[in-house]
């Protein structure tokens, strides 16, 4: 059955879909912009905009009562290659070493609000 998961602790969805849907077995995280919830401004650059979005994934996480460990999957999508090196250092400060999720990092023309990062997590329970 599928529950709509929402938490006031990561921004409120931007358009006709849910901060996350629980299916169950897996907890399906939609995209993350880098919006800080409490003043809906981004972060100045590639490393603070990649926490913010990992922290707003967290967050719905948690409302669904499962951690990043249990993350399986992420999608990150960058406006700019270039900035590979500095988000994944910040990536993989959210993660234990050795259980890291797979992942998909692909470059986009542009993200909504001209993000420079989004990050939509999948996480088994």
Do not use: C, H, W
């Amino acid at each position: 059955m599928k529950k709509i998961i929402s938490t006031q602790n990561a921004p409120a969805a931007i358009g006709p879909y849910s901060q996350a849907i629980d299916l169950g077995s897996l907890i399906f995280v939609s995209g993350q912009l880098p919006l800080d919830p409490a003043t809906g401004a981004f972060p100045a650059d590639i490393s603070g905009q990649t926490k913010q979005s990992l922290t707003n994934a967290k967050a719905i996480l948690a409302e669904a009562g499962v951690s990043m460990d249990q993350v399986v999957k992420t999608t990150v999508f960058l406006k700019d290659m270039n900035d590979f090196a500095a988000m994944n250092a910040v990536y993989a400060t959210f993660f234990t070493e050795g259980s890291y999720p797979a992942r998909s990092a692909v470059e986009v023309a542009r993200l909504p609000k001209d993000a420079m990062v989004e990050i939509e997590v999948i996480a088994a329970k």
